[in-house]
């Protein structure tokens, strides 16, 4: 995408009329540091998103749907599942990434517990959604990283209950 823009970009004013050998030049050194701003810029890596997006939403996701707060627990699961998208586009030539689409199908079922209003249905799903966190882990060297149904009463501030 970026690529294509500066590509765009670079057509866009070589192709204009007129340019004298100085605005030519100018105008490739100006590409020229573009691309060099754009591979310096700032992704976030795997463990960024992992640990700042993913797991704060699996977790949230459990506590609202806990308390049958439908709407939380949708707008959680939308959130995790759109880490593992960006995932997916900030860090696609990563060879780990081609395991990113396990999450997909059990995500697609809790969601539809979600949707049902059920329960016991999502705590079943929830914890094949969480079985497959740590089956990604170990395909990807990281057994070490173990997550679980949470427990005990994390994210105090927030209100899971609606009352
Ligand atoms: C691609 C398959 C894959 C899937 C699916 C996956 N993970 Fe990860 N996870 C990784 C990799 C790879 C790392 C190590 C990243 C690094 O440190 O570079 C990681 C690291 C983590 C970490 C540690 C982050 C830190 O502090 O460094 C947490 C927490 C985590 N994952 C949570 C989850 C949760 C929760 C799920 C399921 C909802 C999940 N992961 C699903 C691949 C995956």
């Known amino acids: 995408m970026e690529k294509r823009l500066i590509f765009g970009f ?3 004013v070589l192709g204009a009329c007129n340019l004298t ?3 030519h030049t100018d105008a490739l050194a100006t590409i020229d540091s573009l691309k060099t701003n754009l591979a310096s810029a700032y992704t976030p890596g795997f463990g960024d998103v992992m640990r700042n997006n ?3 939403e699996h977790e949230k996701l459990w506590y609202a749907a806990s308390e049958s ?3 939380l627990a949708e707008h959680s699961l939308e959130s995790l599942e759109s880490g593992f998208k960006n995932l997916k586009h900030w860090k696609g030539d990563d060879p780990r990434a081609k395991f990113l689409d396990m999450i997909m199908p059990s995500a697609e079922a809790v969601s539809v517990s979600l949707k049902q209003k059920d329960l ?3 705590k079943k799903k929830y914890a094949v959604l969480t ?3 740590n089956a990604c882990h170990r395909s990807t060297g990281y057994q070490y990283i173990v997550i679980k ?13 609606i009352k």
């Open 21 to 23: 050998d100085k605005q």
């Open 10 to 12: 670079a057509i866009y």
């Open 120 to 122: 016991s249905a999502f």
């Open 69 to 71: 707060n439908w709407l």
């Open 149 to 161: 149904v949470p427990t005990g009463d994390h994210y105090g501030n927030q209100e899971f209950k």
């Open 131 to 133: 079985n497959t966190c």
């Open 54 to 56: 993913i797991q704060i």
